[in-house]
């Protein structure tokens, strides 16, 4: 792992608009985003109806943060500045983790996160960056539309990136491809920890049901929200290159 590198996209990558960046996804891409979307607001709302009656606890706060941070650095520390931007060096072990931790996030494999990112920083704002709040045209709409496009909306129709062109060093190594692979794996393997140790606390099926809903669902739902901002509210003022 030590020997990555970023890559240098080919000389007129940064120059070139690909030409079905704001086609549609296939109907089964879509059909996944639109759960993996819509699923943690089913979750929000079925925890706060249980909050209600019972109160928001201790137990809810625990499982909360207790998956929210490790799994937000897995996508912070892990799939941005270490797998995307080759920022420092670790060992294997640490990598795996980190691998792992992003992949818990539910916002897609490793190597196809970092294959957009990368595309992302190389157009940035620019015609054929994949999430850019820009090029929708003027006026409130257009803002509007912009916001979305780049908080959720590109999600729906970007469902192919180049890896060989904007991750190979990611694709060469193993330990990245098999992480990658088995990522609908550590998203199970997200919600069904914390509903087990819900469980294993109260030795009970509501709080392994309190588990599954505010450290897996709720707790997928906020990092989500909070790195889609990043493309879109980040985005959306200034002018620096």
């Not at 469980?199 to 909070?226: D, K, N, P, Q």
Request: with cysteine; charged share 15%; aromatic share 8%.
């Amino acid at each position: 792992m030590n020997a990555l590198s970023p890559p240098c996209p080919g000389g007129d990558g940064a120059d070139r608009v690909e030409r079905d960046s704001r086609r549609h996804a296939p109907r089964l891409h879509r059909a996944i985003i639109l759960l993996l979307v819509l699923g943690p607001l089913g979750g929000l709302a079925a925890a706060m109806g249980l909050a209600w009656g019972r109160g928001f606890g201790a137990l809810e706060l625990c499982l909360l943060l207790g998956m929210y941070v490790p799994t937000g650095l897995g996508v912070t520390v892990g799939y941005h500045r270490f797998f995307t931007h080759r920022s420092f060096e670790t060992g294997g072990a640490v990598a795996a983790a980190l691998g792992v931790l992003g992949s818990m996030s539910a916002e897609g494999p490793i190597l196809r996160w970092a294959a957009f990112h990368r595309k992302h920083h190389q157009l940035s704002d620019r015609p054929g960056d994949p999430h850019s709040p820009h090029e929708h045209g003027e006026g409130v709409w257009a803002i509007l539309e912009g916001v979305y496009h780049a908080h959720v909306g590109w999600m729906l129709r970007a469902s192919e990136v180049d890896i060989d062109r904007y991750a190979p060093d990611l694709r060469k190594s193993r330990l990245v491809r098999v992480v990658s692979a088995l990522f609908p794996v550590w998203v199970l393997l997200s919600m069904l920890l914390p509903a087990l140790i819900g469980g294993l606390v109260t030795l009970s099926w509501s709080g392994a049901l309190l588990g599954f809903l505010w450290g897996g669902l709720v707790r997928i739902l906020l990092v989500h929200h909070v790195t889609w901002s990043v493309n879109s509210v980040c985005h959306l003022w200034g002018t620096r290159p």
